[in-house]
């Protein structure tokens, strides 16, 4: 063996996994240029490696839990990745001109694909699963959640940051009777959501958050803030009040992580969400500190590890016919260690998912949790 391949198989042991073992979680090695490459790449050379075919595992979401459970990205930090992570500190990669960048790159690749990943409402984010046992059940819980714990009622006028294909604003406004605006820098998104919700009220845009100036009851934003940027954080709350009225609530849902060191994933940076940066908690009410009052702030993290397992059943699912739609075999791959390295990421407890409630000047009497 190599230098590279003695360094990588230690490393590996130290998470209880063994190159071409009998577990489902060991690593498969299809080509020994994968220890030098992965040497040479770290976590950005993992990914790739795996899109290349260089190697293969069956329960890859363990394997990727193994591996954060041992902190082993972090000991291979080859210097050529510290350049897109100090890049990302000197250039503000979310500004209003980049900010539709990410619609291009990720939703926009194919309304299809999302129409056999995801539940009947397309709903592009972690499912609610504390009384569910299906995907469709956990995304309408979710849904009915972050209702529930804005207070909404009918006749209230409601903004969606970050509407995606409109499953929240369909959902406020046939079960609650709610007006929701949706802005998203999708044009796809928008595309389709503009026609299944065409007879119902709601109004989804093609707009970036910064232009909205106009003034509602309630305003959420599901699944957007991963795209805001460190540098916009301040900016982004500012916006968002500005928009609320004095009484009204705002409901934010995002992913977070647990330090800043694994806020810039490469791998996912280059090939899944381009600017893409997750919060630490620090972050967000510092941001929010003398904007908004924190009323609530829920953590249920863990739930999205079943979602992305059942994202990836129904990929597997229907992967013939996403092979005849034109997704062929490297797309696959890359989808497939997005899903499941997600997963692995929130069974690990690295990556977290909070729901964190705001007001302006504080409910009388104080706020009452919903779970």
């Excluded at 890859?60 to 082993?72: Q, S, T």
């Amino acid at each position: 063996m190599n230098t590279a391949e003695v360094t990588i198989r230690g490393l590996l042991e130290l998470a209880g996994i063994e190159v071409n073992g009998s577990n489902a979680y060991d690593l498969q090695v299809n080509d020994p240029a994968f220890y030098r490459r992965l040497l040479s790449g770290g976590p950005l050379g993992l990914g790739e490696t795996y899109m290349d075919g260089l190697w293969d595992c069956p329960a890859l979401d363990v394997l990727i839990c193994k591996v954060l459970r041992a902190d082993l990205e972090h000991s291979i930090s080859p210097l050529k990745l510290l350049w897109p992570m100090l890049w990302s500190k000197l250039v503000n990669l979310q500004s209003k001109r980049r900010a539709f960048n990410i619609g291009e790159h990720h939703y926009d690749i194919g309304n299809d694909l999302y129409q056999h990943m995801l539940d009947p409402r397309m709903t592009y984010t972690c499912g609610y699963w504390k009384d569910a046992d299906n995907l469709n059940d956990a995304q309408e819980a979710k849904l009915d959640l972050v209702c529930r714990k804005i207070g909404l009622q009918a006749g209230m006028r409601v903004l969606d940051i970050g509407c995606g294909w409109g499953s929240f604003a369909g959902f406020a406004a046939e079960r609650y009777g709610a007006e929701v605006v949706g802005v998203t820098v999708s044009r796809e998104q928008i595309a389709l959501g503009q026609v299944r919700y065409r007879d119902l009220n709601v109004d989804l845009r093609f707009q970036d958050y910064r232009e909205v100036r106009e003034r509602f009851d309630r305003i959420v934003s599901i699944g957007m803030f991963e795209h805001v940027g460190p540098k916009n954080y301040r900016g982004y709350m500012q916006v968002v009040e500005s928009c609320l009225v004095d009484d009204g609530l705002f409901l934010l849902h995002t992913i977070g992580t647990n330090t800043t060191k694994t806020a810039v994933d490469p791998w996912t940076d280059k090939y899944i969400f381009p600017g893409g940066v997750l919060p630490v908690a620090g972050q967000i009410d510092a941001a929010a500190s003398g904007v908004f009052i924190m009323e609530d702030w829920h953590n249920f993290g863990t739930h999205y590890d079943p979602t992305l397992m059942a994202w990836m059943a129904n990929i597997d699912a229907h992967r013939d016919e996403l092979r005849r739609l034109g997704y062929d075999e490297r797309f696959y791959r890359m989808w497939r260690y997005f899903l499941l390295s997600s997963a692995g990421s929130a069974r690990a407890r690295r990556n977290q998912l909070w729901q964190i409630v705001y007001s302006k000047r504080g409910l009388d009497g104080g706020y009452e949790s919903v779970r």
